[in-house]
């Protein structure tokens, strides 16, 4: 096999191997192995496949079946230690025996048999299906529900209604999916799914998987998006000792537990075209790794069958790729995936002091589009907005029109009056700049604090230590860039005083031509300040 051009796709699983700088990006080695099926598929050239790509239904479900029943050949057991080796090639031999079919020149790429990405070694068209996974396969959460309830007395019932008592209600998908695997994973080589389950990762770098310490060092964002992810774990955990399918002793295992509720929080997928409300772990699917920008796209037939397709034409020797949430926010993917995609081209701004009410959100409080681009330190237009209209005119009292401006505001706002709109930015630019400076400031000197805790710690104590320095200094670098034009337009706030800010509104608010500089430095169209959210802030994709 020929070298391969760097493929710049993000792992799901382990991001780094004990390095402090690159952690998602990984360059073959010419002795790296690839895994490739036993058989390939002819590409077809639209989404809907043919019947070279649509076997029988039961086809799968019979060779399920004989993996079931057959008698163990050992003492096999899946080993989930973190650096276990994951068994791929018997996954791929199971996949095509069950009836999972990839187009010719699909392959899965490992430079460690650790982690693994999907690649193409032929030209792609777009629209073509390069993957079929038919629906006997999938591990569908409405499918898995009643097939549990029919081998319980009441305990899987029981487990559901008190995660709902707890305020886990919209995870009882996921939670019917981490009870499936647990059950699954009991039965050994007696399986029918034991081939996936002895593939699935072991290593993880995600909140679940993070040590008490490596949560101090986060940012308050995704400190608070890893914390929620632990206490779904938690309440997991012990509605799961109401389950009497599941061994007492398994329910103690919390490294089994935390191995099968990551599977699911990473693999699991959610609301891809003709799928409805329901979760599913598409077994081959799921090895396509993240991009911030995309070749590959999931759905679902009306029987269930699940196809993989190609959204742009794609050369030989690349990355295939989907996306797992908004490329805007690598907080969101740290910590639900584990990795860092320092790809992004910007990050939520971090300003999280503002209450969500509905004209807040009218405005433009949503993280997925208040942003500061990471290469230039540019603001986007909602950030400006938001801290204009529920810090600087929610708080002016010196003005004798001040009661009108917020008002005035909203309504240009929801009716589309620029003019209006931007006569008031231009009023209270100053004190709008300034008012986010601050906050940069402040930000910047908690990244320095949070820094500071983990100094003479040891990596193979904490070994997602790393990537939480390696998220912080990206974040770090947003920043600096965005103070870097801020001090430029208000100057060194060390000069001016803490007086500054307090003065008398006839001397900040005047006219345009000293305190608004030219729309081309700070107040264009949308088009500069903030991307459009299909581009840049879509919902994530697999949460």
Known sequence: NTLLPRPWSF???????????????????????????LVSFTALSSIAPSSAFAPSRHTSHAILRSFSTRSPTSLSVIDTNEYAQRNVPAFEEWATNCGIQR?????????????????TTVDIPAGTTVLYVPSGMILRASYVAPELKSISNGGVQAAIDGLVRLGGGAYTDDFYLFIKLLVEYEQQEN??????????????????SMTD??????????????RDKRVRFDNLCQCLQK??????????NKDVLRWAFNAVLTRAI???????????????????????????????????????????????????????????????????????????????????????TPDNVDVGLDPIKMLFYHDTGDISEEVLDVVLYAKVLGNVKYHPDAPTFKNQFYQAHMSGDLATKQAIHEQFRYETLGEVKKHVDSFLKNLDDLEGKSDGKSFDEHPRLPLILAHNEFVRQTFQNVKTNLDAFLGDSEQSGSDQWGQDNSQWVQDEGQWGQDDGQWGQEEGQWGQDSGQWGQEEQWA
């Open 270 to 356: 959610y609301n891809k075209e003709g799928q409805g409300d329901d979760a599913a772990i598409v077994p081959m699917c799921d090895m396509f790794n993240h991009g911030s920008e995309t070749e590959i796209e999931f759905a679902f037939d009306g029987e269930g069958n699940c196809m993989a397709y190609t959204t742009v034409d794609v050369a030989a020797n690349s990355p295939l790729r989907v996306s797992y949430g908004s490329p805007t926010n690598p907080s969101f993917l740290f910590a639900r995936y584990g990795f860092m995609d320092d790809s992004c081209p910007a990050t939520f701004c971090k300003i999280m002091d503002i209450p969500k």
């Open 191 to 208: 399986s029918g799914f034991y081939p996936y389950l002895d593939m699935l990762p072991r290593l993880y770098f995600n909140a679940v």
């Open 11 to 37: 792992r799901r699983d382990n991001p780094h191997a004990r390095s402090t700088t690159k952690y998602k990006l990984q360059t073959p080695q010419p002795s790296m192995r690839l895994y490739t099926s």
């Open 243 to 252: 389950v009497d399918i599941i061994s007492d002793q398994l329910k103690q």
């Open 213 to 226: 310490f490596c949560l101090e060092c986060l940012p308050p964002l995704v400190f608070s998006l890893s």
């Open 103 to 119: 187009m010719e020149g699909l392959q899965l790429y490992s430079d460690d048999g650790s982690d693994y990405q999907v690649f």
